[in-house]
């Protein structure tokens, strides 16, 4: 299991001083018993993407969405209908969870006799690319930051927060493993504080 999600300070503004809400990066790579395999990987939004002048990166980095939504083409979703998809598509995401998930998204269930093959090649690549993408976004938005909290941002973290600790898939796996008074003090003290 690697669960993996990072962060940005909630104080960053935009260049009128506005606050804003740049999307935390997560990455769920969980291998099951059968060679099952579910991965997630996202600039996940923390303002509700569905409210007006909302976006999931503010407009004057757009030019890192046009990257992003290129990166999510070229594994799970092209223009062009003829051409298969590398990653497919992992089905429904559950509607708790759909707040948490932007456009660009790779989602993905494998569980072919080449899945850990696809795990270990096409699922570490676009881990990375994901990961040098946000990367980037976090170098560019540095000298936007000033100091304030944003309190939509820091409550939109915390919201993902709780739904995390809430729905944790590898809950019943580590309380089967390690009792339930252990798992729930990792999930809520370690995992998702």
């Known amino acids: 299991v690697l669960n993996f999600v990072l962060f940005p300070n909630p104080h960053i503004r935009d260049e009128n001083g506005d606050n804003i809400g740049l999307p935390l990066l997560g990455a769920d790579i969980v291998s099951l018993p059968g060679n099952k395999h579910l991965v997630a990987l996202d600039f996940q939004p923390v ?15 757009s030019h890192i969405e046009t990257k992003l ?11 062009d209908e003829s051409i298969q998809p590398l990653l497919p598509w992992g089905g429904d995401i559950p509607e708790q969870a759909k707040r948490f998930f932007s456009p ?3 989602w993905t269930r494998l569980s072919d006799d080449n899945a850990m093959d696809t795990v270990s090649t096409l699922v570490w690549e676009a881990y990375q ?9 976090m170098d560019t938005v540095q000298k936007d930051v000033e ?6 941002v820091l409550q939109g973290q ?10 944790d898939p590898a809950r ?22």
């Open 47 to 61: 303002l509700d993407l569905s409210e007006e002048n909302v976006s999931l990166i503010p407009k004057r980095y």
């Open 69 to 79: 939504q290129s990166i999510h083409s070229k594994y799970q979703k092209s223009s």
């Open 104 to 106: 660009y998204a790779l």
């Open 129 to 137: 690319e994901y990961i040098d993408l946000y990367l980037e976004l």
């Open 147 to 152: 100091s304030g909290v944003n309190s939509q």
């Open 158 to 167: 915390e919201d993902y927060l709780e739904y995390r600790r809430s729905n």
């Open 172 to 193: 019943p796996m580590l309380i089967r493993l390690y009792g339930e008074d252990w798992a729930e003090r990792v999930i809520g003290g370690v995992l998702f504080p």
